[in-house]
């Protein structure tokens, strides 16, 4: 496979992009060349985020935000990362319906990312996929997340504004979402208002989080109908661009972020394992390997 090109990406060649992603995915070295060369044309996107519990209805509703998007005109990247994709053919057909709903349409790109059976911390990985798709144009990047673990709670904090997607008559409502996503959203969408309930979870919403706007949408209504809500939210979405302080906090959290996975990539499975039984046994204290691994 030969590498693309900082220009093809930047020209918005789709085959060279979604080379490109495969090379970042893999944290291949020639991925990380290209990204230092593209990071100068980095910094016009926005990168918005939308995490739920599974079944919320993501997947629909960013493919509505993303033909809401289309019609005034901005190029949409659309990147999921559910852990469950490969093993889940719900989660599949979801996308698939998704991949139908822009097919041709060469201003959207949509990756979907595996995450189970992989080592070390998917935000990264994330993170210099929206700076590609940046790089490349597209206006709106969009992450799609399952908010229940803490690589998606770090996914949701790479996104300069964060949806938390919600459904009616949840059970434990909000509690099933870890605290740690609640404190990333920007804003809150109800997601099958169509169903009984809808008010009673905005009202739990705003006792809970007075400040973070709420908003109602149906994702399978065609984004356009006026009961479908998703023009309301991609405008919030548009509105909510970061200022420079969150966009600043943001480069903080990720750059140690990357700083741990660089660390991390120093230390295989195989040679934890064994200073982890030396340790065990008393052979070596874990301060002098420690010391000895972040030297230099
Ligand atoms: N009634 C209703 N069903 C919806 C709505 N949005 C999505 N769905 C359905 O909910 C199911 C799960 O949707 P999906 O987008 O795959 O959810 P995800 O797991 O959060 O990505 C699908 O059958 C959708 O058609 C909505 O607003 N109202
Ligand atoms: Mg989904």
């Known amino acids: 496979m030969t590498t693309p090109t900082p220009e093809s990406i930047r020209s918005g060649d789709a085959r060279a992009i979604a080379r490109a992603a495969t090379l970042i995915e893999n944290r291949d070295p020639a991925g990380e060349a ?4 593209l990071f100068p044309f980095t910094g016009r996107a926005l990168v918005a985020g939308l995490t739920g519990p599974p079944g ?42 998704r991949m139908m709903a822009h097919h041709g349409d060469s201003g959207v790109f949509i990756r979907s ?3 189970r059976g992989r ?3 998917l935000a990264p990985a994330t993170g210099d996929l929206s700076l590609l798709c940046d790089a490349a144009g597209f206006d709106v990047v969009l992450i799609e ?53 809808a ?14 706007p709420v908003f109602h949408t149906v994702a399978t209504e065609p984004p ?8 309301e939210l991609a405008a919030a979405i548009l509105n909510a661009r970061p200022t420079a302080a969150r966009r600043t906090l943001l480069w903080r959290w990720r750059l140690r ?30 301060y002098g390997i420690v010391e000895e691994w972040t030297a230099g």
Do not use: C, W, Y
């Open 34 to 37: 290209l990204l230092r060369a």
């Open 56 to 97: 919320a209805g993501k997947s629909t509703l960013v493919s509505a935000l993303a033909a809401e998007f289309r019609l005034r005109g901005l190029r949409v990247a659309i990147l999921a990362v559910d852990p469950s994709s490969p093993f889940s053919g719900g989660a599949i057909l979801g996308d698939r319906v």
């Open 113 to 115: 990312m595996a995450t």
């Open 119 to 121: 080592l070390g911390g």
């Open 145 to 197: 997340t399952v908010g229940v673990g803490q690589d998606e709670i770090d996914i949701a904090r790479l996104a300069g504004v964060n949806a938390v997607v919600l459904v009616p008559g949840m059970g434990d409502g909000i509690q099933a979402l870890k605290a740690g996503i609640l404190e990333t959203a920007s804003l809150f969408a109800i997601n099958k208002s169509d169903r009984p309930g």
């Open 199 to 212: 008010r009673e979870l905005a009202a739990e919403l705003h006792a809970e989080a007075p400040e973070i």
């Open 224 to 231: 356009a109908s006026p009961g479908a809500g998703i023009r």
């Open 257 to 286: 972020e990357m700083l741990l996975e660089r660390l991390a990539s120093r230390i295989d499975d195989a040679r934890l394992a064994a200073a982890a039984g030396q340790v065990a046994s008393g052979a070596r204290d874990p």
